[in-house]
């Protein structure tokens, strides 16, 4: 019984969990951008059971994105002579993910408290992700 859980202890170790710092931060993100989220649905009586599938989801994404930024990280390429020349997607990944939960955790807050941040700021956020301005 030792033997299959150190071997997927040890693939969870290598695979998933190798870069616990980040998955530390993005954490504490999500569950702050999932409450904050959860509170202004509440507020516009648009609460359901599809918005909690919708975290579940998230959860799914953000673990796949993860594990692939790892693995691709620690690929070591024989051209290179043994050297990660895919280090960078590692990095890319996990602060790809992290700043993608700050914007909503902003537009979470700017929904619930409209004007709480400067209005140029929450325009720049509208023209990065394409969306038409709602500031107007």
Known sequence: MAWPMTCVAQFLERYVFGDCHWVIYLA??????TLLGFVKHWMTNTVSSKGWGDVGTKLLLYSAVLILGHVLG????AAANGTNSLGWFKTFSCVFLIVREAISIV????????????AWI???????????????
């Not at 504490?28 to 951008?33: E, T």
């Open 28 to 33: 504490v993100l999500v569950v702050l951008d």
């Open 74 to 77: 620690h690929v070591e390429t």
């Open 107 to 118: 537009e979470n807050i700017e929904e619930i408290h409209p004007g709480f941040f400067p």
């Open 122 to 136: 929450v325009r720049r956020l509208y023209v990065i992700q394409g969306k038409e301005d709602q500031t107007r």
